[in-house]
């Protein structure tokens, strides 16, 4: 079967680095998306990965792995604004998205 | 029209009612995606349509129905709404299909379903 696993809660510090990680096994690989989805929102899209290696953009980056179906998604100077949960998504060998059950990342002041 | 839309934003529905939610993009993307958000799961794919006129079934299709007459539009009918259909219902479309770089699906807002 196809699985996504990533923590389901994590809880960080204002002006700190996270670390949200996310392994998969699915039925072929065709790239990993991570989304934000604050509370009683639509999830948006954060980053792309689908060569090995790390992807930066801004405060985020996105790391893969394909030979340990590994990636994790770092955020760097944490701000109240990040607290929401983090989805990790794997497309499939039917280009079809697959999605892990996201982590809820709670900042503390 | 900017972006995605749906409607409604929410709705209670007792169980054995027709349901159709209403899902409409102004981006000319040609894949359009219905997908549950239940808590503690990942979202789950309900049905999809990679271009107007077809559609394709997801994970969870059972007692769900779509269709795709034009690019714009794409209502997902619950011929007989149950409770175990009380979700959150998201929409969402790309430039798709298939594999020319990251091809982002955007999502629309939402739609709240409870079914008693």
């Known amino acids: 079967g196809q699985n996504i696993d990533q923590p389901t809660e994590m809880t960080a510090t204002e002006g700190a680095i996270v670390q949200i990680n996310c392994t998969y096994q699915?039925?072929?690989?065709?790239?990993l998306f991570w989304y934000q989805q604050h509370a009683g929102e639509a999830p948006t899209f954060l980053s792309y990965n689908v060569l090995d290696g790390l992807e930066e953009k801004g405060r985020f980056s996105s790391f893969l792995s394909r030979s340990k179906g590994y990636s994790y998604l770092l955020l760097k100077e944490l701000q109240m604004k990040d607290s929401a949960s983090y989805l990790c998504a794997v497309r499939d060998s039917n280009y079809q998205l697959i999605w892990g059950a996201g982590t809820k990342l709670i900042i503390k002041p | 029209i900017a972006g995605i839309t749906q409607a409604p934003t929410s709705q209670i529905l007792a169980a054995g009612r027709r349901m159709t939610l209403r899902c409409t993009q102004d981006?000319?993307?040609?894949?359009m995606y219905w997908y549950r958000q239940d808590l503690g799961l990942g979202l789950r794919l309900i049905h999809y349509?990679?271009?107007?006129?077809?559609?394709g079934k997801g994970e969870v299709p059972d007692g769900y129905s779509v269709s795709r007459a034009n690019t714009d539009d794409f209502p997902l009918t619950l011929a007989s709404a149950v409770p175990s259909q009380t979700s959150v219902y998201f929409c969402?479309?790309?430039?798709?299909?298939?594999?020319?770089?990251?091809?982002?699906?955007?999502f629309g807002p939402g739609t709240r379903l409870t079914v008693l």
């Open positions: 969402a479309s790309a430039l798709g299909p298939g594999g020319s770089g990251a091809d982002t699906q955007y």
């Open positions: 699915t039925s072929g690989f065709n790239g």
């Open positions: 349509s990679n271009t107007a006129g077809t559609t």
């Open positions: 981006m000319r993307h040609n894949a």
